[in-house]
Structure formats: structure tokens, C-alpha cells
């Protein structure tokens, strides 16, 4: 009874100790922390057994001798380790308590803070047709850096440019609402209007040709979809930018009435037509040498049609014969548009777990040491 008793001071001792410094640095925020893996804290029903084994159980694993009488030792000198020898089982216990506890890992909500910021609410819309495997030439070194990678001797190709374009121009950004739509045969989104710029840049640069049905080129029917994401949008300024190189010959509704339907949710369209001519040059795959092959190929391009879109709607309509120029079109985009003011947001998560590690580590490593240096068992 004795020694139970000084076991559970032992505990409570080893509790005061390993909670000190979580409750004085971290108290309030422990306390309320959001639990980011709960299923971890399971482990906490290992501590009751540990504590055993370290303790009472320990004396039951020791190699025992068969005496006739131990009335000898009854008279024998008690010193202060024999009163001490469940320290370590107490440290032990509470320390892999801490442990569980960090890797549970509490979160502290930070209150989130609140700003006036400024954005636009835009699609891009994205030609994913066949002929974007057209070859496109001056191309910035700050852009080349977000290109897909080429066989050697490859040269940059439209879609390559405009993925590039897209890429750097969602990294300029930062309040921004930003969708985008791709289409071919058909038009599909991409990702409706979103502040997550990190996800757009990884969809984005996944693009591929082969992707969607390139055989055609449905310009109404993206637009059409660009401007059912905005409808609901309540930004000063709702633009959809559209980047082609074709001509409509596919799809359920016509750029004009697209475009009407851009004017009825305020939304005004800006076409940047790539590549300056009807006639452009496409990879026909390898010679016996291995080098690239290009050959001559007539895409209709109706810049008529672009122009007649972006007028409808209030907005502009661009040539982009090089990448450079995409990259200048866009960003000439926002130029002329106004900025909606809206108060945003931001809230962030704190990291409590190194206050549970810490103590944690520490009671075990006293564990560790009294067991090595003052409170050794023999046998």
C-alpha cells in the first residue's frame, strides 16, 4: 500500500513536471488546439500498461533465489533508491504520454485577421484543338522556365506557350479570382473561379492535346461555359479571356450568343488570337537521324469572329504572333480592368506539438539516465 502510494506521488510529481513548460508557454491554445491526427491519441491506452511494467511488473520479471528464511534481512538498512526505484517507471510513462500527445498534433486556429483587398473575377478560356500544335517562336526566358520539357531539337509549340503564359500569370496574382475552361470538340472546367493558385498551376501544367477531343474547335460553347461560372460572381469586374487559334466550327451555341450571354451577367470577353496567319508550322514527328520533322499546315483562323466578340461585350481583341505578345496581351487585359474591393480573410494554423515533444523528450532521457547512474537494479 505504501509503495502504491508513493508510485501514484511519483505521477503526479512526473505530470506537473512534463506539463510546466506546454502550460506556461501554450496553456489556453493546448487546451482549445484542433487535433489534426485524433486516431493517434489511441495510443494514450499504452500508458497505464507501461507504467506497470516499469513498476510492480518489473519485480516480477527479476530472477528470483529459493532462500529457507530471509529473517536475516529483515533488520538490513533501507536506503533512499529502494523508496525511489518506481521514479524512473513514473518519468517512463508520463514522457510517452507527452509523445503521443505531439504526434496527435495540435493545431491553435489563429484568429483570422481582416483586410480590404482588391480582385477580379476572370475565366481564362484555353483552345485545346489540334492546330495549338503549331510551332511558336520567341519565347522569353522567364517563360521558358514554366514550359514543359522538349526532346532536343523540339521546338515550342502554341500550347506550350499558352500554358506558360497561363502559368506565369496566375503566379502574379494574389487576389484574383481565377477559373479556367478548356475546349475543343467540347468544352469542360477546368477549375471554377478560385483564390488557390497552387491548384490552377498544377492543373494547368498537366495540359495535353490529348486530353479532350481536338478535332474541332467549339468556341461558343466554351464561352458559354466561362460565363455560367461568373453569373453568380459579384466582382465590379467579371472578364473572360479566350486564346485561340481557330475558328468555330463545333458545338450547340454560337459565339455570338455566348457573347450575349457574357453581357447579361456583366462579364466582358477579351480574345487574344495566337499566331498571326492561316498557315503555320507542325511537327511530323523524327527523321532516320532522329532530328524533328516540320511541315507546313493551313489552320483558318476567323479573326472577324474574335473581334466581333469582344466588341459585343465592351472588351478587346489581340494578335499574338509570339509568345511574347501572349504574355503581353494578358497582362494588357488587367490593365483596363477595374479592381473590386472586398474584405478578405486570412486565417492560419500554429504548430503546438514541439511543446509536448520537448518535455517528452526530456522525461525520457531522465528515465534513461537515473536508471543508468543512481537507481540500477541487480540482479
Partial sequence: MKRLSLLIAFLIAAVLLGAAYPAFARGPELLHAQWQYPWLLLGLALVPPLLWRGSIGEDARRPRLLLGTVAGFSGGPVGLRVWLRDVPAALRAVGFALLVLSLGRPLNAVVP?????????????????????????????????????????????????????????????????????????????????????????????????????????????????????????????????????????????????????????????????????????????????????????????NAQLLQTISKATGGESYVASDAKGLQASLHDVLDRLEKTKFEGHVATFEDLYRYLLLPGVLLLALDAALRALILRRFP
Avoid: C, W
Fill in 113 to 301: 485577421q481582416s483586410a480590404e483587398e482588391e480582385g477580379i473575377d476572370l475565366v481564362l478560356v484555353l483552345d485545346l484543338s489540334g492546330s495549338m500544335r503549331a510551332v511558336i517562336e520567341n519565347f522569353p526566358e522567364d517563360l521558358a522556365r514554366l514550359a514543359p520539357e522538349r526532346e532536343r531539337g523540339v521546338r515550342a509549340t502554341r500550347l506550350d506557350a499558352a500554358k506558360a503564359t497561363i502559368r506565369d500569370f496566375v503566379s502574379r496574382r494574389k487576389t484574383d479570382r481565377i477559373g479556367v475552361v478548356v475546349f475543343g470538340k467540347s468544352a469542360y472546367v477546368l477549375s471554377p473561379p478560385t483564390l488557390d493558385y497552387h491548384l490552377l498551376d498544377s492543373l494547368v501544367s498537366r495540359l495535353r492535346l490529348d486530353l479532350i477531343d481536338a478535332s474541332r474547335t467549339a468556341i461558343g460553347d466554351a464561352l458559354g461555359v466561362a460565363t455560367a461560372r461568373l453569373r453568380r460572381s459579384q466582382a465590379k469586374s467579371k472578364a473572360v479571356i479566350l486564346l485561340t487559334d481557330g475558328d468555330n466550327n463545333a458545338g450547340e451555341l454560337s459565339p455570338e450568343y455566348a457573347a450575349h450571354l457574357a453581357t447579361v451577367v456583366g462579364a466582358r470577353i477579351y480574345t487574344v488570337q495566337i499566331g498571326a496567319g492561316d498557315q503555320a508550322e507542325v511537327q511530323d514527328g523524327f527523321d532516320l537521324f532522329g532530328q524533328p520533322r516540320y511541315s507546313t499546315r493551313f489552320f483558318p483562323v
